[in-house]
T-cell receptor, first 116, second 112 residues
Framework: DAGVIQSPRHEVTEMGQEVTLRCKPISGHNSLFWYRQTMMRGLELLIYFNNNVPIDDSGMPEDRFSAKMPNASFSTLKIQPSEPRDSAVYFC??????????????FGPGTRLTVL | SQKIEQNSEALNIQEGKTATLTCNYTNYSPAYLQWYRQDPGRGPVFLLLIRENEKEKRKERLKVTFDTTLKQSLFHITASQPADSATYLCALALYGNNRLAFGKGNQVVVIP
């Protein structure tokens, strides 16, 4: 199994541009999570999906951020327009769905985003 | 407000000794707690999970304890090796909720 796949691995863009991050979860996993990691704030959950349906998007910073999961094998996180404060490492993770909670999450390698 | 606190200072430890990390939380009633390892430039990797009704969990040289009265988890690496050098994150979740809340992590440096 290739694990969680994210692209691109690095993205450098200018303020105001649209940024799209992509994620392919592990096959068979029903839950998908988008996180953002910075030195100041640590690892923060932005949004998660169960069976392609957004369950909790309370971590999405503002309307500039949007996430979609059109099918079980693909998700995107879009930032439009991007701002320098969005610079961070963005992780996608997946896990099997467990209604009691407790399943380990498998993280991708992350996308390092720099907004100039 | 809800908080998950891990020591921000790196733990430097001699090879062969036991490293002990602390995770304290406030205003949470977690159903379970997980520990992850993160190496520079990589995503976190799951290590151990412990449930609220469990006091201790072991996996090879790793041991986790969970005290819901003290609102604290301890993470031990016995017979530490240089390859154990990494940042270790604790994460909490509520019952019936896939959402994890992470601490900021605690760096461990094992000195040969």
């Amino acid at each position: 199994d290739a694990g969680v796949i994210q692209s691109p691995r690095h993205e450098v863009t200018e303020m105001g541009q649209e940024v799209t991050l992509r994620c392919k979860p592990i096959s068979g996993h029903n839950s998908l999570f988008w996180y953002r990691q910075t030195m100041m704030r640590g690892l923060e959950l932005l949004i998660y999906f169960n069976n392609n349906v957004p369950i909790d998007d309370s971590g999405m910073p503002e309307d500039r951020f949007s996430a979609k999961m059109p099918n079980a094998s693909f998700s995107t996180l879009k930032i439009q327009p991007s701002e320098p404060r969005d610079s961070a490492v963005y992780f996608c993770a997946s896990s099997p769905l467990d209604r009691n909670g407790g399943n380990e999450q498998f993280f991708g390698p992350g996308t390092r985003l720099t907004v100039l | 407000s809800q908080k998950i606190e891990q020591n921000s200072e790196a733990l430097n430890i001699q090879e062969g000794k036991t490293a002990t990390l602390t995770c304290n939380y406030t205003n949470y009633s977690p159903a379970y707690l997980q520990w992850y390892r993160q190496d520079p430039g990589r995503g976190p990797v799951f290590l151990l999970l412990i449930r609220e009704n469990e006091k201790e969990k072991r996996k090879e040289r790793l041991k986790v304890t969970f005290d819901t009265t003290l609102k604290q988890s301890l993470f031990h690496i016995t017979a530490s090796q240089p390859a154990d050098s990494a940042t270790y994150l604790c994460a909490l979740a509520l019952y019936g909720n896939n959402r994890l809340a992470f601490g900021k992590g605690n760096q461990v440096v094992v000195i040969p």
